[in-house]
Each structure stands twice: as structure tokens, then as C-alpha cells.
């Protein structure tokens, strides 16, 4: 008996899903009667049960869209960039998870370092102390943010442990005025550090060292811009190639002081005690030059 004819094969492909589920895809009969006679089942629409096993590829076929590969392949793509995609929106929520988590432990480490350093500010070793204040230089140079608190701290540990005391400071010869003790000096000298070696350490803070017995510092080639110096006792202080514009001196001690070639322009000096004061190519308050203005600042300090 021969196949199934193409009409016959059309009415099979035409079934819905459900009837190509009742239909067994078979060669040969598929009942005892068929086995029998050599006569086919009919299905309900007059399509034969017995379908060759053919049909189901040809069925496959016809009920498969003609551009599967097309649509297979643009599928493709669309998984492919959708892939892409999720990949690279994780890449950057897990850099940006990390950047917050990296800049809250490098804040958690800096604070610990603060707290560490004032703690052993306040220790009675010489050592210890200077120990911390290299220690606030350093965390300072790491990150701007932090640059007034160092400023801050070191500043009140200079005014803490070099107090001026009497307010009547009487002409003396320098050497009999005492230095600054070594750990106030290395506080000062790292306030004075500031952009000298491109670390912009503390740049734009304000020291303020106002009230404090600085008899015989040595503050040369300090950047002490705007620094408050306001009744402090800097006789005999060395200030050469300093950089102390807009510098607050007012009420200042500064006889003797040695301001060769630094720079005082709009320094406000008022009141200070300038007796005996070494002026030598110093740029005065007014923006004159020391060497010629009579060797000397007095007489450009009326406006300041």
C-alpha cells in the first residue's frame, strides 16, 4: 500500500497540537484490524492515524518558521547583549561597592591614626610625641580633607608647652633666652614644611601660635602665611627666607629677629616690639624692599 498522498499529509500537518498528539507516528498499522486487513485507521478528519515517521520530520518542517536561523540568530544577539549588559552594570556596582567600602576603611584607619597620635602627644616622652607629630604629617600629606585638623592639633600642642607667661618682655641678649623645646620646635618646623616640597601640606590653614614663648625659633624658609602671631614672644626668632605674608604680628616681641630675604608683604605688625630687628633684602609689609627703604621696614609698617 502506498504512503500517505501530499493531501493526506497536508491534513496531518493542519491538526492542531493536541491531535498530533493522539496520532501515533508509526510505519505500519497500528491496530489488529490494520495488521488484518492491510486497511489504515481513520482519524476524525478523514487523515490517517498511521502517519510514516516521515511526516513528523515534514510536519516539523512545515510548522517551523522558514527563517528559524535568522530568528535564531537574532536571538542570539539579544541574549548575547542583554549578557553584556548585566555584566557591565555588576562591573560597575562592584566598583562603586568598593569605593565606598575602600574610602570608609581609609577613613576608619585615618581616625584610628588621629586618635593614636593624640594619644601619644600627650605621653611624657620626648620621643613618643615627636613620634606622633611625624605621624600627623604623614596622614595629612595622604589626604586634604584632614589638613586643618593636623594644623589645629599641632598648633594648640605648641601653645600648650610654650605658653607666653608674662606679658613684660623686657630687652635681653638672645643668648640668654632660652630655646623652644626640641618636640615644639619639630611642630613647628612641620607647620612650617607646608608646599615646600610639593605636598601642600596644610596649604590655606592658618596656624594659630598666638600667646607663646617662641624665644629663639628657627622658623627659616617656614610658609607660614596668614599665621597668627598676635603678643607672642619671638625675640631673637629666625626668620630668614621666610614666607609670612599677611602674617598676624600684632603686639608681637620681635626684637632681634632675623627676617633676612623673607617676605612680609601684608603682614600686619602693629604695636610689635621691632628694636634691633635684622632687616636684609626683606620685602617689607608694604611690598618695599628692606635694602631700599634705609635698611630698614619701620618706616613702611603705618598702613599695616
Not at 30 to 57: I, K, N, W
Not at 243 to 260: M, P, T, Y
Not at 264 to 281: D, F, Y
Request: glycine share 8%; net charge neutral; hydrophobic share 35%.
Amino acid at each position: 500500500m502506498p504512503l500517505h498522498t501530499p493531501q493526506q499529509l497536508e491534513s496531518v500537518c493542519l491538526l492542531p497540537a493536541a491531535e498530533h498528539e493522539v496520532v501515533r507516528l508509526q510505519r505500519g498499522p497500528s491496530t489488529e484490524h490494520g495488521r488484518r486487513t492491510g486497511q489504515t485507521e481513520q482519524g476524525p478528519l478523514g487523515e490517517p492515524r498511521d502517519v510514516p515517521r516521515t511526516a513528523r520530520y515534514l510536519c516539523a518542517e512545515r510548522h517551523s518558521p522558514r527563517d528559524g536561523k535568522e530568528m535564531n540568530g537574532k536571538g542570539s544577539f539579544f541574549v548575547e547583549l542583554g549578557t553584556l549588559i548585566v555584566a557591565v552594570v555588576t562591573m560597575f556596582f562592584s566598583i562603586f561597592t568598593y569605593g565606598n567600602t575602600s574610602g570608609l576603611e581609609e577613613k576608619k584607619q585615618t581616625n584610628e591614626r588621629f586618635l593614636a597620635s593624640l594619644e601619644r602627644l600627650g605621653s611624657d616622652s620626648m620621643a613618643v610625641r615627636m613620634g606622633a607629630l611625624y605621624i600627623l604629617e604623614g596622614v595629612n600629606k595622604e589626604k586634604d580633607s584632614d589638613r586643618k585638623a593636623a594644623v589645629e592639633i599641632m598648633s594648640a600642642f605648641i601653645r600648650y608647652h610654650q605658653p607666653r607667661k608674662t606679658r613684660d618682655n623686657k630687652e635681653a641678649e638672645c643668648s640668654s633666652l632660652t630655646r623652644p623645646k626640641t618636640d615644639v620646635q619639630t611642630a613647628a618646623t612641620i607647620l612650617g614644611r607646608r608646599n615646600t616640597r610639593g605636598e601642600n601640606f596644610g596649604v590655606g590653614e592658618q596656624p594659630e601660635l598666638h600667646d607663646t614663648a617662641l624665644t629663639r625659633i628657627d622658623l627659616h624658609k617656614a610658609q607660614l602665611d596668614k599665621a597668627d602671631f598676635t603678643d607672642s614672644d619671638l625675640r631673637c626668632a629666625r626668620f630668614v627666607d621666610a614666607h609670612l605674608r599677611e602674617a598676624v604680628l600684632i603686639g608681637a616681641f620681635l626684637q632681634h629677629a632675623n627676617f633676612s630675604d623673607a617676605d612680609l608683604t601684608g603682614a600686619k605688625l602693629k604695636h610689635a616690639r621691632l628694636s634691633g630687628v635684622i632687616w636684609r633684602n626683606t620685602t617689607c609689609p608694604d611690598g618695599t624692599n628692606s635694602d631700599t627703604a634705609s635698611n630698614a621696614c619701620e618706616t613702611h609698617l603705618s598702613a599695616h
